[in-house]
């Protein structure tokens, strides 16, 4: 049996593994800024893109965060907790006050202790979810 490189792989079967097997954590990590306009490409045609912070190393929580912006559109699943990572839920709400831009959003989970947070960012942030989902039906 041969052993094959993912940069052999086509790109149909590229863009399917980012989007639903593969956390958009170590799809940064691994291949924004690498020098690879193919996989920068493939990331930009990616519909789909779910992070799960649960655990995540602080460097690579930051390098995603500043990241983030760019791909708000595209993020389906988001998943954020305080646990290994005091502060972590607090950082995230810095940078992203509402969870309103992130308009393809279907899953979000949010694991926190109260000694860590400031429960009313956290209150604020899904409110708009809320509504956000209100506008939806009038408009």
Known sequence: ???SK???????????????????????VAFVH???????TLLSQ????????IGCRLDNF???????????NKITGLALSERGAPG??????????????FKQLRSLYIHCSAEYIHSNHVENAIL????????SFIN
């Open 62 to 72: 930051r390098f995603c965060i500043h990241l983030l912006p760019n791909y708000l």
């Open 34 to 40: 690498q020098l690879n306009s193919r996989f920068d």
């Open 128 to 135: 708009s979810l809320v509504l956000y989902e209100d506008r």
């Open 6 to 28: 993912l940069e052999s792989l086509p790109n149909e079967i590229l863009l399917d593994l980012f989007e639903k097997y593969i956390d958009g954590i170590d799809i940064f």
């Open 88 to 101: 972590q839920i607090n950082m995230f709400l810095k940078y992203f006050p509402s969870f309103t831009p």
């Open 1 to 3: 049996m041969s052993l």
């Open 46 to 53: 990616c519909q789909q893109l779910c992070f799960n912070f």
